[in-house]
């Protein structure tokens, strides 16, 4: 994930990286120089050439990445597309806010195959409880422009998805439902990156509004008699579900498969830790000194990717459903002065929300091979 601008046109008050407690981004520069792209891609590809890499996947982030501006963002994507022709298939996406897409946006990203993702809360009221433009106006109807441009015919390959912050406050069924208007081909829906020191909004031991809000989704998007869209989030509970293994397998924690690259190339861990504590994401490594390799045998990666001796809590470990939720996302675990040793603040949340799903699934199958024999 390479972090191609640090500021965003938006004032999002759910914003992990500009609202919680993390507050490094304001030492970064606001984009990343042309020098920076080319070692950046330089160090791609050295990784990608000596593991012999098949694909590398390169998601252009912010802050709004679109800030960076569009011979920045050409700049990168073709020395990229450069430096690993030969080497490995680079698949190459951007995730923003949908605000500033246009029609020479989209023909740069036709040219060059980068998909685009949006984030989107739902419809006007939804959306507008957080994701405000930086004057206080709503950011719904330039949101929409954009998502209009992506479903044209000749840009509709480029489009890759909506990502939607949960807010309970919200009727599931009509978010999900806006969304679906948006003909997205996938809906990423995200928990408020919130921890037991900072819990999330409505949050209570042993209440489950988190897993009943998705639930009302899911009960939704299952049923239709054809299916919509793929939700990322349900889809992976699911094929947990119908996963088949010995009981004395290890548990997969659930981990981010991204190490974040920043505007001056040092190396971070998931931005979703900056909702932990002030430098939690950090690594004290960058790209100028370091190769990826490096970055990968760093202790803090290793723990992040739930490597080390003890990836998960020990309440986790004999929790029946950890091989269903892999004891949720690593910041949502984070309480002093335990660190990230403890079980998921949406804890409830995740059993409720996995084990309905699995009995749902696996009853549905049963049903199926009994009809079958």
């Known amino acids: 994930m390479v972090k191609v601008a640090q500021r965003c046109n938006l004032a999002c008050d759910h914003c992990y990286v500009y609202e919680l407690r993390d507050t490094t981004w304001r030492d970064k520069p606001v984009v990343m120089a042309a020098q920076s792209a080319d070692q950046l891609a330089g160090r791609i590809a050295e990784h990608a050439r000596g593991h012999a890499l098949p694909a590398v996947r390169v998601v252009l ?3 709004e990445p679109l800030l960076a501006g569009r011979r920045r963002i050409e700049h990168l994507v073709s020395v990229l597309r450069s430096a690993l022709q030969g080497v490995s298939d680079c698949d190459i996406s951007l995730q923003c806010n949908g605000t500033l897409l246009d029609p020479e946006w989209l023909d740069l990203f036709r040219q060059y195959g980068v998909s685009v993702g949006v984030s989107l809360d739902g419809d006007r009221a939804a959306n507008d409880r957080h994701r ?17 441009l992506l479903r044209r015919p000749e840009n509709r390959a480029l489009y890759s998805g909506l990502l939607c912050t949960v807010d309970t406050a919200n009727d599931p069924v009509a978010v999900y439902e806006e969304l679906l208007s948006h003909e997205p081909p996938m809906i990423d829906f995200l928990l408020p990156h919130s921890t037991w020191e900072h819990p999330p909004p409505g949050h209570d031991t042993g209440a489950t509004p988190y897993a009943d809000w998705l639930l009302a989704v899911f009960e939704r998007w299952y049923t239709a008699p054809v299916r919509e869209t793929r939700i990322r989030r349900f889809e992976d509970i699911m094929e947990r579900s119908l996963r088949t293994g010995p009981p004395s397998a290890p548990v997969q924690p659930a981990v981010s498969d991204f190490i974040v690259v920043e505007s001056d190339l040092s190396v971070e861990l998931p931005d979703s830790l900056k909702a932990a504590y002030d430098g939690a994401a950090a690594t004290g490594l960058n790209l100028h000194e370091h190769d990826f390799d ?27 459903v950890v091989r269903l939720c892999g004891g949720g996302l690593r910041a949502h675990r984070f309480r002093a002065p335990d660190d990230f040793d403890n079980p998921s603040v949406f804890c409830a949340d995740l059993r409720r929300l996995t084990t309905h799903i699995h009995d749902r699934v696996v009853a549905d199958v049963r049903e199926l091979l009994g009809r079958a024999s």
Do not use: F, I, Q, W
């Not at 405000?132 to 209009?148: C, D, M, P, W």
């Not at 490096?294 to 020990?314: I, M, N, W």
């Open 132 to 148: 405000l433009s930086r004057n206080g106006r709503s950011s719904y109807t330039a949101v929409l422009k954009g998502l209009e």
């Open 294 to 320: 490096t970055v990968a045998r760093h202790p803090s990666v290793v723990a992040a990717r739930g490597a080390g001796p003890a990836p998960l809590a020990a309440d986790c470990m004999e929790c029946p």
């Open 61 to 63: 982030h912010g802050g």
